[in-house]
């Protein structure tokens, strides 16, 4: 009997098995050794940013941050929104979860920044060559399809546990609706204005910035409320691999059974969910684009 047959009965399918996942093991494990000191410089920068950023949000009084984060929802969307953003920053602090909430807010912003700074390029290149779309579809499906607990552990192997294996799952796993949304934005311009800019003799660079994201800038503007609302969630799962924050009480009120800590680290996550879901909606509604397809529709 050969060794394939014998394989083959042992997984009870009759079909050889195939060695996947060891495959990918091995190549992680190539990446880690080859690649080892770009993996720490890797490291190193995004350990600085973070610190630099969890330094503005979480070094001042706890009540200077709370009305600049409301002032911004006021901007965004007026005195309710702001009252609203107020008081939940003030349950925050009042279950003693503020510092949590800003490691929290930290992470969100840099993995969401960085995910829009690889994802919004990648989109606008897609959208003007086809052959860029359908090679980067089945990746981004790939992404958003794969659990978001995997993306954890390749990431730990690479950086060890801590702030950074979190920040990059969380990127990885937020891309992909920053490249799609931004395609459909650009895809969806009406043809006629763009040959129009093309008949007044505007050089391509002109028609992407003056016409084409400007009038898909709504859409791009979901896109980015969907990639940092993504990131929040698995900054959440994040706190599994030791970073920082709310998902850090959130692991810990799991493994001891704890259901006020549990409580208290989701009803900071909720509130910070619906406070950056609320100030991006906003912000995109506030848009040129948006503002003349509200009147249109009135």
């Known amino acids: 009997m050969s060794l394939s047959t014998v394989v083959?009965?042992?997984?009870?399918?009759?079909?050889p098995r195939v060695e996947l996942g060891d495959a990918v093991e091995t190549f992680i494990d190539w990446m880690t050794t080859t690649f080892d000191i770009v993996f720490d410089q890797i490291k190193t920068?995004?350990?600085?940013?973070?610190?630099?950023?969890?330094?503005?949000?979480s070094a001042p009084p706890f009540w200077i941050v709370a009305v600049v984060l409301a002032a911004l929802a006021f901007f965004a969307h007026g005195w309710k929104l702001a009252t609203v953003a107020l008081a939940g920053f003030v349950v925050i602090a009042a279950v003693n979860q503020w510092e949590n909430a800003m490691d929290t807010l930290s992470l969100v912003l840099l993995a969401s920044t960085i995910a829009l700074v690889i994802g919004i390029p990648l989109g606008i290149w897609a959208a003007r060559n086809d052959n860029v779309s359908k090679t980067l579809?089945?990746?981004?499906?790939?992404?958003?399809?794969?659990?978001a607990f995997v993306y954890l552990i390749p990431t730990v192997v690479i950086f060890r546990t801590g702030v950074?294996?979190?920040?990059?799952?969380?990127?990885?796993?937020?891309?992909?609706?920053?490249?799609?949304?931004?395609?459909?934005?650009?895809?969806?311009?009406?043809?006629e204005v763009v040959e129009a800019g093309h008949a007044f003799g505007a050089t391509q660079g002109r028609i992407l910035r003056q016409i084409q994201l400007p009038l898909a800038m709504p859409t791009i503007m979901a896109g980015i409320n969907q990639v940092i609302m993504l990131s929040l969630s698995m900054v959440v799962i994040s706190g599994l691999v030791g970073a920082r924050g709310l998902g850090g009480d959130v692991v810990a009120a799991l493994a001891r059974v704890d259901i006020a800590l549990?409580?208290?680290?989701?009803?900071a996550v909720v509130i910070l969910a619906i406070f950056l879901d609320r100030v991006t909606s906003a912000l995109a509604a506030k848009s040129p684009v948006s503002k003349a397809l509200a009147i249109a529709s009135a």
Request: overall charge negative; aromatic content about 8%; charged content about 15%.
């Open 8 to 15: 083959a009965a042992a997984s009870g399918t009759g079909i």
């Open 45 to 57: 920068v995004l350990v600085g940013a973070y610190d630099a950023l969890d330094l503005v949000l």
């Open 137 to 147: 579809r089945p990746i981004l499906d790939f992404m958003q399809t794969m659990p």
């Open 164 to 191: 950074v294996p979190g920040i990059v799952a969380t990127i990885v796993f937020a891309l992909a609706p920053g490249v799609r949304f931004t395609e459909l934005g650009i895809r969806q311009v009406d043809k």
């Open 262 to 267: 549990g409580f208290e680290a989701g009803i």
